[in-house]
């Protein structure tokens, strides 16, 4: 257990506790090393020894306080049983839903395909790459999987609105939500030390279905992490009211997005905050990328704040520009 976890805790810390969305992936050469030897992406998620290796690169290049486990939210409707692929340039194609078949899946049938994910999450705590350092595990949350799944791609700026008349869709939404928390408690036994909650769509939906798709199944999720005993940092992209978000979803911590005033959140919201730099400032040079990061940390310099950026690492991000970065949060204050 580390500084991250001691930060959300709203315990002092030694230095501003980092780490990157998406800092396993695309911009490092030696993940695209090993992509490029295995082209299926859900495969290579699903190698415990390969996505253990792919965890881990970034913590030996930069002094990042935690890991975050190789995988994707996509898994889960992948466990449940729809076709999944990931085309290149397009991104992932899901196949259609056979509901009967997904509500009538067993627990040990969903274990036995996600299997490869916590035997990841073992070999990967123990290691000592990770020595006084967090592991997080993550899922996605429920409404950005249904949009997924109902969608069957990444939705542009605007949604189909037949997403919400799905006759099936209350029952869908309770599987999703009990396979959800199937996910999280097997992180949580096999050493995820935090959970992170995903809903990268939540700036499409509608202000007035909040309630029954985002606030309400998070706050089931959040309290479920919490009664594992472990903290759960909620990223919630695009939202308007970050402040309503905490009130009725109590998550440990809240990750912000790059859109939101970073000046507004610190008035607002008293709970640990994380992230909000935009990943481009990593394209800027030193200067300018510093700048902008500096003015994070000074704004939440009163607050318990955990260095992130407002979305994951862009994949033409320089890491020598990831490493200047690093450096420089951590020696902050
Ligand atoms: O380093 C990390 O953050 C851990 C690994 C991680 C991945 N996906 C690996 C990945 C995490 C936390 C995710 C979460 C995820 N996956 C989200 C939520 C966060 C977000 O970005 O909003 C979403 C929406 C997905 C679904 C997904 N996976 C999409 C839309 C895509 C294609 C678009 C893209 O960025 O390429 C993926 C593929 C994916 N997941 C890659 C990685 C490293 C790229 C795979 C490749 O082509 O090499």
Known sequence: MGILKDCINKKKTSSIPIWFMRQAGRYLPEFRDIRSKNTNFIELCLNAKLSKEITLQPLKRFSFDAAIIFSDILLIPYALGQNLEFKKNFGPVLGDLNIERILNLSDNEIYQKLNPVYELIKNTSEDKTLTNKDLIGFVGATWTLLVYMLNKKSPKKTLDPNIYKNPEQDKILKKII???????????????????????????????????????????????????????????????????????????????????????????????????????????????????????????????????LGHGVIPETNPENVKILVDFVKDFR
């Open 178 to 308: 009990y396979t959800q928390k199937l996910h999280i408690k097997k992180q949580v036994e096999n050493g995820a030390s935090i959970i992170q909650i995903f809903d990268s769509w939540a700036g499409l939906l509608e202000t007035d279905k909040f309630d029954k798709y985002i606030y309400q199944p998070t706050k089931e999720l959040v309290d479920f992490v919490k009664s594992l005993g472990v903290e759960v940092i909620c990223f919630p992209r695009g939202i308007k009211s970050y402040k309503k978000y905490c009130d009725i979803v109590k998550p440990s911590a809240i990750s912000i997005d790059y859109e939101i005033d970073p000046n507004k959140i610190a008035e607002d919201i008293d709970i640990p905050i994380q992230g909000g730099l935009d990943p481009k400032c990593l394209l800027l040079d030193k200067k300018d990328m510093l700048k902008n990061a500096q003015k994070y940390l000074e704004i939440f310099k009163n607050h318990h704040y955990i260095f992130n």
